[in-house]
């Protein structure tokens, strides 16, 4: 999985709970997806062991990860 100095040395270093299992999870089997105005995609997915909704956001290319984090206010 390829991914941004940013999320290596923040997002990870701060949430080191966070398993690139479900980001990958997520990457392969979006529920919604949608671009960013700055060209970014925005990808959420279902974590059952967490029982929470993970939105992970990719650059433009599709597939570089940015950030991921657990969004409180997503709603199907």
């Known amino acids: 999985m390829k991914t941004t100095s940013y999320f290596r040395t923040s997002v990870m270093a701060r ?4 398993r690139v299992e ?3 999870q997520v990457l392969n089997n ?3 997806s ?6 970014r995609i925005r990808h ?9 909704y993970l939105r992970v956001v990719v650059e433009p290319d ?7 984090f657990f969004d409180r206010r997503f709603r199907l």
């Open 15 to 18: 949430r080191p709970y966070r």
């Open 22 to 24: 479900w980001i990958q």
């Open 30 to 32: 979006p529920i919604r």
């Open 34 to 39: 949608e671009l960013q105005p700055n060209g």
């Open 44 to 52: 959420w997915g279902y974590v059952a062991e967490m029982n929470k």
């Open 62 to 68: 599709g597939e570089t990860v940015h950030n991921a």
